[in-house]
């Protein structure tokens, strides 16, 4: 059974990477796009990566890597414009099928957590077999074409651009800033300035910890165990709080950062650019404010609960 849902889940990337090969492809066609070889290249090589990245040797998928990141450095790359539907369009769907658009998302939840509860070897690709039943259910209640899927994906996915990567690099970079010792050098340097056995400034240093590294890696997964290994165990954990709530805590806080840096890009970049909105960091400042108060309520929290 395991062997089945590894299958299953190369099977998913796969997809991915055809999906990909043809927002290339469309890329390619696209003469309005003034940057469209370097933006062809770009959908290209990573749904090379995508489709052959479990047989590709290291060093090659490292190239294509590198390769993506010189594109964007040397803004090779832009995103192709596509003809904006009609408002008044738009709002006749939305009174048609009203709260039905809400079905599909919901069901790739459901699916999703059902599976990887029922069946334990499924947990990697219980999202994939999810996103093909919610896909169907759409195309069901709304009576769409495979064409019109296909289309609407290549959209989606032009308008995410190079943000779309960015959890995948972030969060590959903090499972080697963990293996590099990146943990013990912050416990060096926090250690010069936490007073030994504080427990306010060493929980203080714990979240802000994680606040500014989420904030600096864009991704809370990534930050907890770094900080965790530098801050938490040695300032917080070794002074006698609770493990389980003082981690919790940790990791919650982690996501005060993530509120505050464009590096979170599925977070605060994608909702302005899919969005359309003219101010690209306007989502960031909207969260600033909750973002302050929460931060005092994580402190708060950790320094009376966890100990």
């Given amino acids: 059974m395991t062997q089945f849902f590894d299958n299953l889940l190369e099977f998913f990337f796969v997809l991915i990477g055809l999906q990909l090969m043809y927002t290339a ?3 390619a066609k696209d003469t309005s796009n003034s940057k469209r070889m370097g933006s062809t290249i770009f959908w290209l090589d990573l749904g090379l990566l ?3 990245g479990k047989v590709l040797p290291s060093v090659v998928s490292g190239l294509l ?13 832009e995103i192709s414009q596509f003809t904006p539907i009609k408002a008044e369009v738009l709002e006749g769907r939305a009174k048609k099928f009203g709260n039905w658009i809400f079905v599909p998302v919901l069901s790739l939840a459901v699916v999703s957590v059902g599976l990887a509860m029922k069946i334990e070897a499924s947990s990697k690709s219980a999202i994939g077999v999810a996103a093909i039943f919610s896909i169907i259910l759409a195309m069901i209640i709304f009576k769409s074409t495979p064409k019109e899927m296909v289309q609407e994906s290549n959209r989606m996915i032009q308008a995410m651009g190079t943000s779309g990567i960015l959890p995948q690099l972030l969060g590959a970079l903090g499972a080697i800033f963990a293996l590099a ?5 912050i416990a060096q340097i926090i250690g010069g300035f936490v007073p030994e056995g504080n427990r306010l400034f060493g929980t ?4 802000l910890g994680m606040v500014v590294f989420t904030a600096i890696m864009g991704n809370g997964f990534a930050a907890f165990t770094v900080i965790t290994a530098g ?3 040695p300032f917080v954990i070794m002074q006698g709080a ?8 940790a990791l919650t806080a982690g996501y005060c950062g993530t509120l505050l840096t464009p590096m979170a890009a599925n977070f605060n970049i994608l909702p302005a650019s899919l969005l359309e909105m003219e101010k690209p960091y306007g989502v960031i400042k909207e969260q600033v404010p909750v973002t302050i108060i929460m931060i005092v309520v994580h402190i708060v929290l950790m320094y009376f609960w966890a100990f």
Avoid: S
């Fill in 231 to 233: 801050i938490g165990v």
């Fill in 65 to 77: 890597v590198v390769l993506l990141g010189l594109i964007t450095l040397f803004k090779q790359f």
């Fill in 25 to 27: 492809f469309k890329t």
């Fill in 181 to 185: 010792g990146v943990g013990d050098v």
């Fill in 242 to 249: 609770d493990p389980a709530i003082a981690g919790a805590l």
């Fill in 204 to 207: 203080i240093a714990y979240v």
């Fill in 50 to 52: 995508f489709m052959f």
